[in-house]
């Protein structure tokens, strides 16, 4: 059972370059979420995703595109990068939600990328 | 915007003692969580408290949370070298939490040996 998986672990691009960081996870959840973390700051929501073909926007959506194509995968593209756009990047899922779960958040183990 | 904010920023204590970090937040909320960060890593889920819960425990951490004061805080006891990271608070962006989290900028915590 290996949780949530991000490839890959490390990105540098240049500058309008596009790239795909794809996340897997095997616990069988039904959400799934993409944050970014900057230094000295906490995790803001980019894109999340209730179900398979849904995807929704999150706190600092622009400049990404996400899909959800299959349940155990979430992908974030970025169609042209800028360096604002330099940070580490992670995903997470958690169950369904109901007045019993626990609806906590299991994370990936971060991409760092490096927007030149 | 931040919901959730942390103090102190950072805090250094010796091993063995306890360590108290903060967290307040603006709204009205159904849960609070906490996670951990180590270095380089990923955020991992502590504990959970629900609006109607005062107080929870899970092994060497208590939890509290005042909805009056829109305030939690996290204590770890009997702190080890191992515990050193980062804690953050998150709230759900509304109901329980399907649409996202909200983190605070989290606390350093330094255990000195």
């Known amino acids: 059972n290996a949780g949530v998986t991000q490839t890959p672990k490390f990105r540098v691009l240049k500058t309008g370059q596009s790239m795909t960081l794809l996340c897997a996870q095997d616990?069988?959840?039904?959400?799934m979420y993409w944050y970014r973390q900057d230094p000295g700051m906490g995790l803001r929501l980019i894109h999340y995703s209730v179900g398979e073909g849904t995807t929704a926007k999150g706190e600092v959506p622009d400049g990404y595109n996400v899909s959800r194509l299959k349940k155990q995968n979430f992908l974030l593209g970025l169609e042209s990068a800028a360096p604002s756009q330099t940070s580490v990047y992670f995903c997470?899922?958690?169950?369904?939600?109901?007045?019993?779960?626990?609806?906590?958040?299991?994370f990936g183990p971060g991409t760092r990328l490096t927007v030149t | 915007s931040q919901q959730g904010e942390e103090d102190p920023q950072a805090l250094s204590i010796q091993e063995g003692e306890n360590a108290t970090m903060n967290c307040s937040y603006k709204t009205s909320i159904n849960n609070l969580q906490w996670y951990r960060q180590n270095s380089g890593r990923g955020l991992v889920h502590l504990i959970l408290?629900?609006?109607?819960?005062r107080e929870k425990h899970s092994g060497r951490l208590r939890v509290t949370l005042d909805t009056s004061k829109k305030s939690s805080s996290l204590l770890i006891t009997a702190s080890r070298a191992a515990d050193t990271a980062s804690y953050f608070c998150a709230t759900p962006h509304s109901g329980g939490g399907a649409d996202g989290l909200t983190f605070g900028k989290g606390t350093h915590l330094i255990i000195q040996p």
């Open positions: 408290i629900r609006s109607n819960e």
């Open positions: 616990m069988n959840h039904e959400y």
């Open positions: 997470a899922s958690s169950a369904a939600r109901g007045y019993r779960g626990l609806n906590e958040q299991y």
